[in-house]
């Protein structure tokens, strides 16, 4: 018997990758962090947790069901993105009509940006929690435990209104309460619950690590730039929060002893925004002597060479730098904060630290004609970057992006679209979505498929696992490109 159980709904690849021409491994998807945090905070304070997250655990519906029927947990907890509230509707309601007596609970990025909308347009769920959760969820569940976790809980109004950062029904309206504080001491959370996740399972995209077992980590919260197409500000505000180096050491101790890991992927927005506290976890590393390789995401206008130096020496061989697009009246539109020279210079001096550079683009950005892309195509290409990603921009709700897109172009409000697979928004420069797509897959041919980077890549073999990885990304990259 369990107190809750937090799913995360989540897509197959087969509906991600909607055209079917690539057939991805289970396995290739990240891990729901937040979600294993959240299971750990409230778990310390004495809740019995479970976790579903259907694709790594080969779950169907019929599984879910059978898995609340023998674990019984009385309350049922969905965290959701935008491109699966809908599967997680569909769940909820199929679960609460069998199990009606449950108290059914929905949070997440996408209940973040859209609070109000889903409290009143389905009922299938009891209380909708907004914003950073961990407080906020083990003061439901002390509330709904001092009923027996029974639904006469969802009634005692004066006490849910004394709860900050949720919306309930208070008999036919719906009642908000004042948005919850920020966790201000990140050392405050407890590290992830990954002992309720197959963590071996998930694993990155072939030319996104070099050694098995990968773990991936978070260890900071919020950002301070005001990229337009970014609403992770929603949830975690813009004041940048970290944990101690300290205990980024700790958890990196626990990720060996406990799952082996020889590699680490950092998820932060921006691991190298705060130059000291970097200083400081990657010379702890190097004391440490872990001997294992770790990659993160950059901002150029946030390394110089010191840092790129020490990180490189800590074991990083790799950063994602999100560069978007070539055309700098483009960046200026998003408010990147970037320039193109920035780019190229920090691009430069990483590969010359001995740090590969994996560049992030944006096609279908605001402003942006086909010439415009195919600049940022050349862009790409003229870096000599080791590796890029072409994506095609979604402008999710909550961000500024979604209000340029209605000035921009013509963005489709079907949020079942909403996996950057698919073009929502079309610029006025293009003829159709057809030829949006048709970019991208341009985008991949001319970066990938080019003599020069070919050799590039085959001189980089090493191994027989090499070899595996890059066959295996030589076939991602011939499916994108069709």
């Not at 655990?57 to 509230?85: C, H, Q, R």
């Not at 950092?266 to 590393?285: A, G, I, Q």
């Not at 979604?394 to 489709?412: F, V």
Request: proline share 5%.
């Amino acid at each position: 018997m369990q107190d809750l159980v937090l799913i995360f709904p989540s897509l197959t690849l087969d509906e991600k990758y909607a055209s079917g021409k690539f057939k991805g491994e289970k396995n290739e998807e990240l891990p729901p962090l937040g979600l294993a945090g959240l299971a750990a905070y409230v778990r310390e304070r004495g809740f019995s947790v479970g976790l579903i997250e259907p694709i790594s655990m080969d779950m169907n519906l019929d599984d879910i069901i059978e898995y609340v029927e023998k674990n019984d947990p009385k309350v049922l907890g969905f965290s959701v993105l935008t491109a699966v509230f809908h599967k997680a509707v569909e769940i909820a309601k199929v679960l609460k009509k069998r199990f009606p007596e449950k108290i059914f609970i929905i949070g997440g990025h996408h209940a973040t940006i859209q609070p109000d909308k889903i409290a009143k347009n389905h009922k299938v769920f009891d209380v909708l929690v907004y914003g950073e959760a961990e407080i906020t969820l083990s003061e439901l569940l002390e509330h709904f435990r001092r009923y027996d976790f029974r639904r006469e809980s969802l009634n005692d109004f004066t006490k849910l209104r004394r709860i900050d950062g949720i919306l309930f029904r208070e008999r036919n309206r719906i009642v908000k309460t004042s948005p919850r504080d920020l966790i201000e001491n990140m050392d405050d959370l407890p590290l992830p619950a990954r002992d309720l996740l197959p963590v071996k399972r998930y694993l990155p995209p072939p030319l996104q690590y070099k050694k098995l077992p990968v773990v991936q980590m978070m260890v900071s919260r919020g950002c301070p730039f005001h990229c337009t197409y970014c609403s992770t500000h929603e949830v975690f505000g813009y004041k940048p929060r970290f944990r101690s180096p300290a205990k980024v050491i700790e958890e990196i101790k626990e990720v060996i002893e406990k799952y082996g890991a020889k590699e680490i992927t950092f998820w932060d927005d921006n691991f190298t925004l705060n130059k000291e506290w970097v200083m400081d976890v990657c010379s702890r590393m190097i004391k440490e002597n872990f001997n294992i390789g770790w990659t993160c995401f950059g901002r150029v206008n946030t390394v110089d060479r010191e840092m790129l130096q020490i990180m490189k020496e800590s074991g990083c061989w790799e950063i994602f730098y999100g560069i978007e697009s070539g055309n700098q009246d483009i960046l200026n539109i998003i408010k990147k904060g970037i320039t193109l020279e920035q780019v190229k210079k920090v691009v430069k001096l990483t590969q010359d630290v001995g740090i590969e550079v994996r560049g992030l683009f944006m096609l279908g950005l605001p402003g942006e004609t086909p010439e415009k892309a195919k600049k940022t195509i050349r862009f790409a290409i003229d870096l000599d970057l080791d590796y890029a990603q072409f994506s095609i921009t979604t402008p999710h709700e909550g961000t500024e992006l979604a209000s340029q897109a209605k000035i921009y172009g013509d963005l489709n409000r079907d949020l079942t679209k909403y996996t950057q697979m698919n073009a929502v928004f079309l610029p006025k420069g293009y003829s159709s979505r057809k030829e949006l797509l048709n970019m991208q897959k341009k985008a991949v041919r001319k970066f990938y498929f080019r003599p020069r980077y070919v050799l590039k890549m085959l001189m980089k073999l090493k191994t027989m696992e090499d070899v595996r990885r890059y066959i295996y990304g030589l076939r991602l990259a011939i499916a994108f490109s069709r």
